[in-house]
């Protein structure tokens, strides 16, 4: 046979080894993008995103809450044991705060002030817990605290107002009394008149003046965007200066790593923030790209075409130096799969988020070369991490019937979540916050 014969049946042979070896890959990659869109949400207790609440932020809003409450009116019958007119006490609600409570709940202190013309008599205070309550219909978080609740709870006397209350009588007797009447005699009504008031007061306020109003706290909070499954409140120490109340939120997106890690210290009291795992933004958007709502295909070239060849998805490594992930298959042809990396940047530019990528790497490949897919890195997670400060900056309050609005003032990523400040204030009177569609 002559040789030319030989080599050529040598080329055949290759290119037959070739194009199966080449058709094997193909099915390999095809079988690999197709386990990637059955993948299912892995078990994990850290909360896929996060609200932090600064107690002093909560407090300085229901303190307004507490002051449209009427106070009530108290007969201090004990006096007359003294001989003395019945007198009438004011019983108001002087606050309601944020207080520690255990895990899954929300803890309230409300305080309240007793006073006879103008004189404190008395302060009680009492702690109750709630659970928060989500609407999947509405998508919306509601804490509520009603009269209801209070009925189970033991006021306690803040400090000891006995000698203060027991100088108060004193200064009530006529002058002639003050010589038959001992000290003690009267520091023991002064001590009957404070437990009297402990076992009446808060009774009164809680079933007359609260239960007109309604719900003494009603905040409902909504994250537009965020597909929510799960929320559960606990208590956190980010800042040395004050705790914050944390709202847990875990989502049916498939998502391996939550949020594991601590918060960083608060940015200020004043401001709320919203951490939003990385994992979180990666599937969001890979749940819009099979919605269709963002492009999936692209061009050799990088732009989106939904006949391209090019089939892409994000993914987030927690805790690496370059978290960003960019997978990109493509299962004909010239078929290839290419994992990307990079180290995302975050900027707050006026109202709008810049996003820069750097260190980016081709981390994987398997198949044909890959020379133009650099760019996809930075596009597709531009859109994930502008997503998730949209989600923030859509984030609605109600605080009863004050209706709040937010506004992002900072932003930082890490290699584990997304971190964003929220200012919030009152709406003016002649604007509506935007609802949630």
Known sequence: MPRPRLRLMALAALAAA?????????????????????????PTTAPHAQLIIPFPLADRLLTRRAAAVPPASLDLTPLALLGLPVGVASVRLASVRLAPAPDGQIGFELTVSVASDARPLAQLAAVAHVAPSYDPVSGAFQVRLRPVDLRRLEPRLVGDGRDAVADWLLSMLPPAARLVVSRGQVGQLASDLLAFIASNAWDLLRD????????????????????VTGLRGRTLQPDAAAPALALDLTTPLPVATGLAAPPPPLRSLDLLQVRIAGD???????????????????????????QGPYEAALAWAS??????????WRTSGECLRATLAGAPRVALRGDALQVGMEDVRLEAIEGATLTTAWAWLRSLWTDALSLGSDLAASATFDLGDDRLVTRVVAAEVTSEALSLSLEVRSAPSNVTPPRPP
């Open 280 to 306: 979180t933004l990666a599937e969001l958007v890979n749940t819009r790209m099979v919605a269709g709502e963002l492009p999936a295909r692209f061009r050799g070239d990088g732009r989106p075409d939904p």
């Open 319 to 328: 805790g690496a130096a370059r978290p960003t992930r960019l997978v990109l």
């Open 18 to 42: 070739a194009l199966t070896a080449c058709g094997a890959t193909c099915r390999d990659i095809a079988r690999d993008r197709q386990a990637f869109l059955a993948r299912r949400a892995a």
């Open 208 to 227: 007359g003046a609260l239960t007109d109003i309604g719900p003494l706290t009603e905040l409902t909070f909504a994250l537009p965007g965020l597909p």
